[in-house]
């Protein structure tokens, strides 16, 4: 009899390459399903098991794991991006122009990250109203709230460095609005300013900056988050939910009992 | 298919090997008996399944708009020519609309810094914790309380002339007194609801109405000199 697909791919994983690489092995039993999330590196962030309740798409729509989504999206075309881009001024400008007209495909890679950044921006800020309505930040989970506040600042940041790199009238005038922002703190605005520039308006030093920050510090801080976040689900009792709350257990389980004795 | 089982299930008599839990039950004490019979699914591979057709469907609708929709790209950047109006991105838009009506120490710092730390100090809050309808307790105090900030607010707001921000907050007062008239015995629904519904939900709520209106009228109802323009106008 031939063999389907599955048992070749029960093969594949059996061989010693395979096994070699990853630690949890063979066999769908419940032990080696578990087994494949608490011994990957990547997927022992997850918890093993999930309430069934959590997964309907009402209990939360799922936000998060969008965003998780758009942040996978803007990795994978931002790379390619930067291999067609100089941070220098003008010369940015003439690389975007080149995506737009002779790169292959560039100009899908520059649409797909662009619209992909406005998305994420939208689907954080969902996410956070969406678990605040849940009241999904109480104990234990009062940090992991606040670092998804810090995520919501670095997605922002995010956007906001990359909106200056493409050094066209729009990048470089709404960074302009918004650097003068800056300049309103106050005593030391100006030099805030300074700072976030490396000069006392937008010009070349600027985009370099913005560039290493949009490129290398602000993802890498960001993913340092992200998988503090994600851990910290798992930590905190799994994804938050009213009914299976130990208090909301307790309350029940205090009224049943009132009414099971006054129908006695 | 799935790998032969390599045990066989079966009945251990020996109490050595398989010991029981005793539970003494004092005077003082009762037995809790925790019934966690909530069910509960496998990460691998259901989670991550579903996971996966979320992302695939969300990407597929953005390869989608990339296709049809060009990013914006205009010419290049000349710091001697100021494009009226200058606009900053559009999730800072309602920012840029409170910088038209106060000073930029009040709406650049003061006020995005205070939204920044209300947002922290959320889940730290005993009041946000317990989750009480607003007016069910103390209601005449309470009301007097609600009277005397919304009132300030929209003297505040009307001394700014910022009629963008009073209409929203208007309509959340006119919601929260609603509210404080009904209970969870009023005939409607929807009065049950808002009966139910604590500070933090109206605050919150607030927040995201007036965060939707300035972003909006920032977006589509702002031109030149940041005048008011409607959006079929042009700009």
Redesign the interface.
Known sequence: MAK?V??YF?DLRGTRVWRSIFRSG?????LK??L??QQNVF?HL????????M?GFNATW?LG??T???F??LVATGIPLMLYYHPS??QA?AD??DL?FVVSSG??L???????A??M?FLV?AH??KV??R?A???P??FN??IG?IL??MT?LL??TG?LL?????????I???S???????LMGNKIRFLMLGGN???ANALLRFYVLHCMILPLTAMFFVAIHFWRIRKDGGLYSHA?EPAT?RAN?ASSDITAKEAQ | MADPKDFTAGIDSNAKKSPRRIVFITRRTSAQVKADTENQIQTFPEVLFRAAVAIQMLAIALVWIALVFNAPLEGLADPSHTPNPAKAPWYFLGLQEMLHYFPPVVAGVLVPGLVVMALIVIPYFRVNIEAEGLFLKDRQRRLRIFYLAVGALSVFLLFFKVYAALVPTLIMAAAMLLAAQSSSQSSSAFQRYLAGRPLSYWVMTWFLFELVVLTAIGTFFRGPGWAWVWPWQGS
């Open positions: 389907t599955d048992q029960d063979t066999g769908s039993s419940t399903r578990a494949s999330i997927l997850f918890s093993t098991k999930v309430r069934t309740r997964l799922y794991t969008l998780l989504g758009t996978l999206i001024a003008p400008y975007t122009k737009q100009l899908f520059r649409n797909l990250h662009r619209w992909s406005h998305c921006v800020f956070m109203f605040f309505y009241g930040y109480r104990t989970r009062e709230w606040v506040v919501l600042l922002l956007s906001y909106y493409p050094w066209d009238q729009l990048a470089y005038w709404a302009t609005v918004g003068n922002i800056a300049s309103a703190v106050p308006a937008v010009d299976s257990l389980a």
